[in-house]
C-alpha cells in the first residue's frame, strides 16, 4: 500500500523551529518529486515547496511565504523527507501535509494525514 | 507568479443536480490543473489532472474540461457524498498554487 506519514508537529512559540518528518512506503521514494502542503485552521491549501529526486540534483522550490525560513530535504536511504522550519510566525499555524504523485501523474495522487503545527506564545 | 481563481466560492444544490465550479488561471498553462476534493475534516482527494483526466477509481459523474486559463470541473449528478471543498491547482511551474476552493453542500 502507497502510504506517507507524518510526524514531528507541536506547539512552538514564535520565533522558534520545529522539524516535520514524513515516512514513506510502498512506492519507489528516490525516483520521485516529494512535496509539502499546508492547511491553516478553517482555510484553503498552500503549497509550501517541493524537492526534486536524485537525477534533477534534488533542486528545491519553496512559497515565497516561507523562502529563507523553510527548508526541504530528504533521506532516500531512509524513504524520508523533512521540513525543517525556522522563524517560526503564528501565521504558520497549519497543518502540514506531504504529497507525491506516486502512480506516474504529475499531480498530488497521495497525501499523508498531515501533522499540525501551532505557533503561539 | 500565476494567480488561481475560483468561482463560486461556495454553493448549495439538490441532489441529482448538475454543479459546475469554474477556475481561472491569471496567465496560460497548458492543461497542467489539478482538480482535488477535500471532504470535512479529511485528507484532499485527486479527483482531475491533465484538465480533464479522471484518476483512478474516481466516480464517472466528475468531469473536468479547460485549458489554456480556463477550466471547469463539473458533476454531473450531485450526490450526498459530494459534500465538500474543492481545490484547482496548477502544476505547470513552481509556485505549485492552489485556488481558494469551491464548498459544495446539498439543498
Known amino acids: 500500500e502507497v502510504q506517507l506519514v507524518e510526524s514531528g508537529g507541536g506547539l512552538v512559540q514564535p520565533g522558534g523551529s520545529l522539524r516535520l518528518s514524513c515516512a514513506a512506503s510502498?512506492?519507489?521514494?528516490?525516483?520521485?518529486?516529494m512535496d509539502w502542503v499546508r492547511q491553516a485552521p478553517g482555510k484553503g491549501l498552500e503549497w509550501v515547496g517541493r524537492t526534486r529526486n536524485k537525477a534533477n540534483s534534488y533542486t528545491t522550490e519553496y512559497a515565497a511565504s516561507v523562502k529563507g525560513r523553510f527548508t526541504i530535504s530528504r533521506d532516500d536511504s531512509k524513504n524520508s523527507l523533512y521540513l525543517q522550519m525556522n522563524s517560526l510566525k503564528t501565521e504558520d499555524t497549519a497543518v502540514y501535509y506531504c504529497a507525491v504523485g506516486a502512480t506516474g501523474v504529475d499531480a498530488f495522487d497521495i497525501w499523508g494525514q498531515g501533522t499540525m503545527v501551532t505557533v503561539s506564545s | 507568479d500565476i494567480q488561481m481563481t475560483q468561482s463560486p466560492s461556495s454553493l448549495s444544490a439538490s441532489v441529482g443536480d448538475r454543479v459546475t465550479i469554474t477556475c481561472r488561471a491569471s496567465q496560460g498553462i497548458s492543461n497542467y490543473l489539478a482538480w482535488y476534493q477535500q471532504k470535512p475534516g479529511k485528507v484532499p482527494k485527486l479527483l482531475i489532472y491533465?484538465?480533464?483526466t479522471l484518476q483512478s477509481g474516481v466516480p464517472s459523474r466528475f468531469s473536468g474540461s479547460g485549458s489554456g486559463t480556463d477550466f471547469t470541473l463539473t458533476i454531473s449528478s450531485l450526490q450526498p457524498e459530494d459534500v465538500a471543498t474543492y481545490y484547482c491547482q496548477k502544476y505547470n511551474s513552481a509556485p505549485f498554487t492552489f485556488g481558494p476552493g469551491t464548498k459544495v453542500d446539498i439543498k
Open positions: 510502498g512506492f519507489t521514494f528516490s525516483d520521485h518529486y
Open positions: 491533465a484538465a480533464s
